[in-house]
Structures are given as structure tokens and as C-alpha cells.
T-cell receptor, first 119, second 115 residues
Framework: AQTVTQSQPEMSVQEAETVTLSCTYD???????LFWYKQPPSRQMILVIR??????QNATENRFSVNFQKAAKSFSLKISDSQLGDTAMYFC????????????????FGQGTILTVHP | DGGITQSPKYLFRKEGQNVTLSCEQN?????MYWYRQDPGQGLRLIYY???????QKGDIAEGYSVSREKKESFPLTVTSAQKNPTAFYLC??????????????FGPGTRLTVL
């Protein structure tokens, strides 16, 4: 079974600074997908960024970027120019496609990291 | 606007009662999922469904049941057999093709409290 580990229960950062959230995972598969989700105080889960394992290039979405190290099974999230609205719990998630190769599959979540951005 | 709706937002249940949480989506997604979130923890999968009239157990299905009679709807029933049902429940859906394939979109959640 796949496992996802987020070793930082809480992090804090000053507004406009950069912060990196860590995530490691365990799998014997070669084809999979990785995600970072954000859950603000409203508790609405929002997708931040996604990475396909077959792509060597790290994904970026505006101020958010990842450092995907496939051999090390590491998938960290970097938030640049942190904003007060980034305050949330962040979840790393792993998806293993089903045997038929479709996208249908089970998401496995890490325990989450609470990020607080201070003014 | 396309999206996922869950109702009610807050639900209170007496011990021994079954309750049903609603989840509706108008995104034309084939797959739908139910997750449970406990304080300070990640999400755990309860049930998931790829097509109408078919669904599979997730990691913590005991004490729960689902149905998928329509593509748009995936209600979750929390039965009296669920020993610790107080939690936050999230419904999600995902397309099986297209630019957003394998991305799961989440509803706003239902907070269930057992009195």
C-alpha cells in the first residue's frame, strides 16, 4: 500500500517570504500522480498543483512550485512571496491509476501541514 | 456554475440513528468519492464509484453505505454500526478524461456530530 508522509505538522512564514513544505511517499509503482491540496479555514479543499511522475520537469503554478525527486520519492512544495491568504492546511496526496490505465484511482493523503503566514 | 454541493453543512445525530449525507455534482464527472476527515488528520477514503450502480469500498467502509443511482448523485449513509461517526465528511468527483483527468474536485463538506 502506498503511504504519504508529511513530517512538518506546523510551519510559519512572514508575509512575502518563501517557505517549503516537505512530503515523502512510498510506492513500488512507476506511473502515478502527485498533488498538493490546500484547505483554508473554510475547509474547502482546493487543488494547488499536480505532478505526473513521468514528467521530469517540476510543475509550477504562479507562486507555487514543486521539487519532485522521483528516485528519493520526495515531493516538496515551495511557496514564494507568501500571502496572508496562503494560511491553510496543506495536504500532499498520491494517486495510483487503476490497472486499466485510466485516471480513476484512490487518493492517499498525508497528515497535513498547517501553514501560518504572519503579517 | 458547475460544482459539487453537499448538504446539510452541519448535521446532528442521536446515537443509534442512521443519517444520510447528500452529494450532488453537475460537472458531468464519472467518478465520485467520499472521504472522512478527523481533527488534525488527513482524509481517509470511505467509498468510491466509477459508474452508475457500481461502487467499491475504500479504506474505512465499515459502518457506511452508499448508492449511485444517478451519475450526478452519490449519497452516503452513516449507519448506527459506525462506532465513532463524529467527523467532517467530504465528497469529491473527478473526470476520467480531458485536461483535468485524475484531478479530484471537492465539495464544501458536512460536519456530522453525534449527540
Amino acid at each position: 500500500a502506498q503511504t504519504v508522509t508529511q513530517s512538518q505538522p506546523e510551519m510559519s512564514v512572514q508575509e512575502a517570504e518563501t517557505v517549503t513544505l516537505s512530503c515523502t511517499y512510498d510506492t513500488s509503482e512507476n506511473n502515478y500522480y502527485l498533488f498538493w491540496y490546500k484547505q483554508p479555514p473554510s475547509r474547502q479543499m482546493i487543488l494547488v498543483i499536480r505532478q505526473e511522475a513521468y514528467k521530469q520537469q517540476n510543475a509550477t503554478e504562479n507562486r507555487f512550485s514543486v521539487n519532485f525527486q522521483k528516485a528519493a520519492k520526495s515531493f516538496s512544495l515551495k511557496i514564494s512571496d507568501s500571502q496572508l491568504g496562503d494560511t491553510a492546511m496543506y495536504f500532499c496526496a498520491f494517486l495510483q491509476p487503476d490497472a486499466g490505465g485510466t485516471s480513476y484511482g484512490k487518493l492517499t493523503f498525508g497528515q497535513g501541514t498547517i501553514l501560518t503566514v504572519h503579517p | 456554475d458547475g460544482g459539487i454541493t453537499q448538504s446539510p453543512k452541519y448535521l446532528f445525530r442521536k446515537e443509534g440513528q442512521n443519517v444520510t449525507l447528500s452529494c450532488e455534482q453537475n460537472l458531468n464527472h464519472d467518478a465520485m468519492y467520499w472521504y472522512r476527515q478527523d481533527p488534525g488528520q488527513g482524509l481517509r477514503l470511505i467509498y468510491y464509484s466509477q459508474i452508475v450502480n457500481d461502487f467499491q469500498k475504500g479504506d474505512i467502509a465499515e459502518g457506511y453505505s452508499v448508492s449511485r443511482e444517478k451519475k450526478e448523485s452519490f449519497p452516503l449513509t452513516v449507519t448506527s454500526a459506525q462506532k465513532n461517526p463524529t467527523a467532517f465528511y467530504l465528497c469529491a468527483s473527478s473526470p476520467l478524461w480531458g485536461i483535468s483527468y485524475n484531478e479530484q474536485f471537492f465539495g464544501p463538506g458536512t460536519r456530522l456530530t453525534v449527540l
